[in-house]
Structures are given as structure tokens and as C-alpha cells.
């Protein structure tokens, strides 16, 4: 299962990534590919590519990675719109006429966020992705959450991507996790659905093979996105049935009690 990532890159000399297949591409302002050997501008997309597919703190240990490197300002926290376009349309083209061989993105993570509120600037994109080849993206809804409802930030809050809100340990909803309804898209609710999000323990970037704890939807999306790998890795037949891979992982939830805030609950691998 070969699992895509938008992020602040990899450091994948980590132990947590020992003997994993990742690819690695970097994208300049303007959305042009001007690298290829793995680096992390910041810890972000480290910590992330941890909780997704590391050996020791990953949801689906076993998976590949193909890095989109597009978080590349101000420390690896933020990135040009042409950018992480970039890098999204580089993650589609992988292996496009490949069906479920290793070379294909069966599915992408994206812990990142816009502005608040709605941009359109992946839809477009996404929704050919739907079709051909058939991807998933699974995504953050963001971190405005004490700005109140409509806080949420594309692209998680598109009806083309799971959208995914953060809990903490007690399954309450984190304050900093966004929500709201998107008036663009006929007045859907988001996120979709939530998952742990507050102090998850993961890789850090640079030597020694150290770790580190952090907070965001950014973390939870990972962690949703590792359960669809491993759904994907039991019925490989849902690679190419994007739609019905999410609507399987809307109904894989335990019900909270904040709707508004938290989607149809929780996801649970054993829903």
C-alpha cells in the first residue's frame, strides 16, 4: 500500500522509517519538481509520515510513502497554493495506469490547511482524481476552532475529501479543532469525521532518532488516513473505489455526543 503525503517533507534516515519504500519529490513556489533526495524543512511532515506509516508509532506500519515536499516557508509550516498543487498533481501521476502495483498512490494524506474558509484551489483536481485513478484524499480540517463556527479550512472542508477533526484523550473535541458548514458546497457539515489529535507521540526530524509529542488536526488526519491503508491493504478491491472506500470510513465511527464539531464520530478500525 503506497500511501501519499503533502507536507513539509521526510526525514527518512529516521529508525521509524528503516526499510520502507519512499519517494520523494519538492516542489518550488511556482509548483515546479527541484528535488528528489528526502529532506524535512521543518518537523511537521516528519512527525506526520511518523504517525501514519512508522514502524513503531504508525497506524499502518507496513506502508509505502511518496512525499510531496510543498511546506516549505517559514519553517515547514506553510506553502504557495501553486506548490502544494503541485505536489498534489505529481502524487496523481504516480503510477496513474497502474492499478495496485507499488508504484501507484492508493491514497493521500493532507495535513494542511488555507486561509478559513473555503478555497477551491485542489477541487478541481480532486474531483478527477475521484475517477482517474480513483484517490482518496484525507485531510485536516484545521486548527481555528477558537474562532468559532466556520472555522474550518480547505481542502478538508470539500465534499470530495474526508474531512478529519481532532479529540483528545477522553473523545472530547480539542478545542483548537475547527468545524463549521460550507455554504459553497450546498451547505455541507464539517469535519466528516474526527480522531485523535492532542499529544500523539511520533518521529522527529533530524539525528539521534528522537521523538517528539504534538497537537492539530493535522496530527489526526494521519491517523485516520493509516486505518484507510490498512482497510485498503484487507480489501484491496476498494483501490480503485474511492467514493465507497469513504463512504466505508464514515460509517466506521463511534457516535459522539458534539455532532456539530465532530462529525459522525469517531473512526474505529473495528466498527
Known amino acids: 500500500m503506497n500511501v501519499g503525503v503533502i507536507d513539509s517533507g521526510i526525514y527518512a534516515s529516521h529508525q521509524e522509517f528503516a ?5 520523494f519529490a519538492e516542489f518550488d513556489s511556482v509548483g515546479r519538481l527541484v528535488g528528489t533526495t528526502p529532506k524535512d524543512y521543518g518537523t511537521h511532515g516528519t512527525h506526520v509520515c511518523g504517525l501514519l506509516a512508522g514502524r513503531n508509532a504508525g497506524v499502518a506500519p507496513d506502508a509505502s510513502l511518496t512525499v510531496a515536499a510543498c511546506l516549505t516557508e517559514r519553517g515547514g509550516t506553510a506553502g504557495y497554493l501553486a506548490q502544494i498543487l503541485g505536489g498534489l498533481n505529481y502524487l496523481l501521476e504516480q503510477g496513474r495506469d497502474n492499478d495496485t502495483q507499488a508504484g501507484r498512490v492508493h491514497l493521500i494524506n493532507a495535513s494542511i490547511e488555507s486561509a478559513s474558509g473555503f478555497n477551491d484551489y ?11 485513478p480513483g484517490t ?3 485531510a485536516a480540517i484545521g486548527n481555528n476552532g477558537s474562532k468559532g463556527k466556520n472555522s474550518d479550512s480547505s481542502p478538508g472542508n470539500y465534499d470530495l475529501t474526508l474531512g478529519i477533526g481532532a479529540l483528545d484523550e477522553n473523545d472530547k473535541v480539542a478545542s483548537f479543532s475547527s468545524w463549521g458548514t460550507v455554504a459553497q458546497l450546498g451547505n455541507i457539515n464539517k469535519p466528516d469525521i474526527s480522531a485523535p489529535g492532542v499529544w500523539l ?8 532518532n528522537q521523538y517528539f509529542k504534538q497537537s492539530g488536526t493535522s496530527m489526526a488526519s494521519p491517523v485516520a488516513a493509516g486505518i484507510a491503508a490498512l482497510l485498503l491493504e484487507r480489501q484491496p478491491e476498494l483501490i480503485t473505489q474511492p467514493l465507497k472506500l469513504k463512504e466505508l470510513l464514515l460509517n466506521m465511527v463511534i457516535p459522539l455526543q458534539d455532532t456539530e464539531r465532530a462529525g459522525k464520530g469517531r473512526i474505529n478500525l473495528s466498527s
Open 19 to 23: 526499510g520502507k519504500q519512499i519517494t
Open 122 to 132: 485542489l477541487h478541481g483536481a480532486l474531483d478527477m482524481a475521484l475517477t482517474d
Open 136 to 138: 482518496l484524499m484525507i
Open 201 to 208: 507521540y511520533s518521529s522527529l526530524s533530524g539525528p539521534g
